[in-house]
């Protein structure tokens, strides 16, 4: 009988046929080394081929999953379509274009057993360490929606909402997830809106990133529906369930040392 996973990884993929491969050797080679079941949960969206190249694996490897279509059903409905399925005591995502190493895990998962809820990682807290830069305009730009975002949400605690490296207790992750419904890039506001509204224990954590020069964003349309996706979230146009009482069961069990 299968081991039930203490890790569920979720990386929500569109149109990454060019790196999965790379990116799953590169998850799977660290956690094999770890000592603790897991599975590794593929949303892959488009029509590049990615998709396939994840059922072919999978189909000697259990512990990989996969799902998605040919259209693209964005970032946040990925991984909230992961969650849905993971079945870890920590369920969490990360980047199919490897901006931030699996090892950074060894940053993150201490912090579970100190009774944290919530940790993510960050490209600005201390111990971050940028590899590559994002050019200048796309600095300057997340520096105006990171001062536009946190006036308007006042999320201003946290340092970086937007880097693609976020672990949560299983039923912290089933609550949020649960309750969010931005299918964009800025879900990563959302879900951590939600969490400090329901007084969640958050953790940032410096992380290892590199940008690789590849954005999906467009600077135009995409800058306004993210800017139209941080009114909803402030105005209560998402979903606004009773918060979701967090079972002492779930919280106690198997620690990360």
Request: net charge positive; charged share 25%; proline share 4%.
């Given at each position: 009988?299968?081991?039930?996973?203490?890790?569920?990884?979720?990386?929500?993929?569109?149109?990454?046929?060019?790196?999965?491969?790379?990116?799953?050797?590169?998850?799977?080679?660290?956690?094999?080394?770890?000592?603790?079941?897991?599975?590794?949960?593929?949303?892959?969206?488009?029509?590049?081929?990615?998709?396939?190249?994840?059922?072919?694996?999978?189909?000697?490897?259990?512990?990989?999953?996969?799902?998605?279509?040919?259209?693209?059903?964005?970032?946040?409905?990925?991984?909230?379509?992961?969650?849905?399925?993971?079945?870890?005591?920590?369920?969490?995502?990360?980047?199919?274009?490897?901006?931030?190493?699996?090892?950074?895990?060894?940053?993150?998962?201490?912090?579970?057993?100190?009774?944290y809820d919530i940790v993510i990682g960050s490209r600005a807290a201390a111990g971050a360490q940028i590899r590559v830069r994002q050019p200048w305009y796309r600095r300057l730009g997340s520096w105006a929606?990171?001062?536009?975002?946190?006036?308007?949400?006042?999320?201003?605690?946290?340092?970086?909402?937007?880097?693609?490296?976020?672990?949560?207790?299983?039923?912290?992750?089933?609550?949020?997830?649960?309750?969010?419904?931005?299918?964009?890039?800025?879900?990563?506001?959302?879900?951590?809106?939600?969490?400090?509204?329901?007084?969640?224990?958050?953790?940032?954590?410096?992380?290892?990133?590199?940008?690789?020069?590849?954005?999906?964003?467009?600077?135009?349309?995409?800058?306004?529906?993210?800017?139209?996706?941080?009114?909803?979230?402030?105005?209560?146009?998402?979903?606004?369930?009773?918060?979701?009482?967090?079972p002492p069961a779930e919280g106690s069990g198997r620690r990360a040392a």
């Amino acid at each position: 009988m299968a081991q039930t996973p203490y890790l569920s990884l979720i990386i929500p993929a569109y149109n990454e046929a060019g790196s999965i491969r790379r990116t799953l050797q590169l998850c799977q080679g660290y956690l094999d080394g770890q000592g603790y079941p897991y599975e590794i949960i593929v949303g892959a969206d488009g029509d590049d081929g990615c998709r396939e190249i994840v059922k072919q694996l999978a189909e000697t490897d259990p512990r990989l999953h996969v799902f998605g279509t040919p259209g693209r059903g964005g970032k946040g409905k990925a991984v909230r379509t992961g969650v849905a399925r993971a079945s870890g005591e920590i369920i969490g995502f990360a980047d199919a274009d490897y901006k931030t190493p699996i090892e950074e895990l060894a940053k993150v998962l201490p912090w579970f057993g100190r009774g944290y809820d919530i940790v993510i990682g960050s490209r600005a807290a201390a111990g971050a360490q940028i590899r590559v830069r994002q050019p200048w305009y796309r600095r300057l730009g997340s520096w105006a929606f990171g001062v536009g975002m946190r006036a308007v949400t006042g999320l201003h605690g946290i340092c970086d909402t937007q880097c693609g490296f976020k672990f949560f207790r299983r039923y912290v992750a089933r609550d949020l997830f649960g309750r969010q419904c931005i299918d964009g890039y800025m879900f990563d506001v959302e879900i951590l809106y939600l969490a400090q509204q329901a007084g969640y224990r958050i953790q940032e954590v410096g992380v290892t990133w590199q940008d690789d020069g590849d954005s999906r964003l467009e600077l135009l349309s995409g800058n306004w529906r993210n800017f139209r996706d941080i009114l909803r979230i402030r105005l209560g146009g998402v979903r606004r369930q009773a918060y979701a009482a967090a079972p002492p069961a779930e919280g106690s069990g198997r620690r990360a040392a």
